[in-house]
């Protein structure tokens, strides 16, 4: 299947992308619910969806998030389960760094998966994403 176009703008408007902060927003709203080498899937708690990044982006907000991240081969979210997979080249993410990540841990493999978050940052208007 080829690739498609998403947004990257805000529902309210065109502004730069900054995948670190949408992340760092939604980071105490999530949890691993299943992880093997190169794929982890995220359960988002309801409070996730009443947070202003998913107000401003939603489920297109945090897919155009990580499909920034170099590395990331696939993405699925499923806001209806609350859930959302990303499939990944362990290679460049440390299999480590989601857990923590998401637990606040300062690790070598956290510091790594923070800064391509923060390099993902960007401003452009749409971005080649796997479904």
């Known amino acids: 299947m080829a690739p498609r176009t998403l947004p990257v703008s805000s529902r309210s408007g065109t502004r730069p992308f900054d995948a670190a902060r949408l992340v760092a927003e939604l980071r105490s709203h999530m949890r691993i619910a299943h992880q093997i080498s190169g794929r982890v899937r995220l359960r988002l708690a309801a409070a996730a969806f009443e947070t202003a990044a998913w107000r401003a982006g939603g489920g297109d907000g945090l897919r155009a998030c990580l499909a920034a991240l170099p590395g990331v081969r696939a993405i699925g979210i499923n ?9 990944y080249d362990p290679a460049l993410i440390p299999d480590a760094a989601w857990a923590d990540l998401l637990a606040g841990r300062a690790s070598p493999a956290a510091s790594t998966l923070a800064g391509l978050l923060t390099s993902a940052s960007f401003s452009s208007t749409s971005q080649e994403i796997s479904p």
């Open 79 to 87: 806001p209806l389960a609350r859930s959302c997979v990303v499939e």
